[in-house]
């Protein structure tokens, strides 16, 4: 399986990004698609996660970190095998490696995608 990230950029502060993520393999409702980021210097973080079909951490479909919540919106289109974060009013803490996941339904096998830079200016 093979996630490939997308979207990343050098925006300003209170601008927004879209990331795209698209996996090589079909999604189920099952599957738990999610966005991490890693600052320099940092350990990596998940952002937000999306399960159409059941529950997450949280008791719904979708969560988010505490830091992104009004900003932050994840979506997918599993007809299309993909997985969206918008970013609007993007902050400087917000400059970081995103990584796209995938954590299998039953099997709770993971998958990464390779990063994408996003990066906000003041």
């Known amino acids: 399986v093979q996630l490939q990230a997308s979207g990343g950029g050098l925006v300003q502060a209170g601008g927004s990004l879209r990331l795209s993520c698209a996996a090589s393999t079909t999604l189920f409702s099952g599957d738990t698609m999610a966005w991490y980021r890693q600052a320099p210097g940092k350990q990596r973080e998940l952002v937000a996660a999306?399960?159409?079909?059941?529950?997450?951490?949280?008791?719904?479909?979708?969560m988010y970190a505490d830091s992104v919540k009004g900003r932050f919106t994840i979506s997918r289109d599993n007809a299309k095998n993909s997985v969206y974060l918008q970013m609007n009013s993007l902050k400087p803490e917000d400059t970081a490696v995103y990584y796209c996941?995938?954590?299998?339904?039953?099997?709770?096998?993971?998958?990464w995608g390779q990063g994408t830079q996003v990066t906000v200016s003041s």
């Open positions: 999306i399960n159409s079909g059941g529950t997450i951490n949280s008791g719904g479909t979708t």
């Open positions: 996941y995938l954590n299998r339904g039953p099997s709770h096998l993971q998958y």
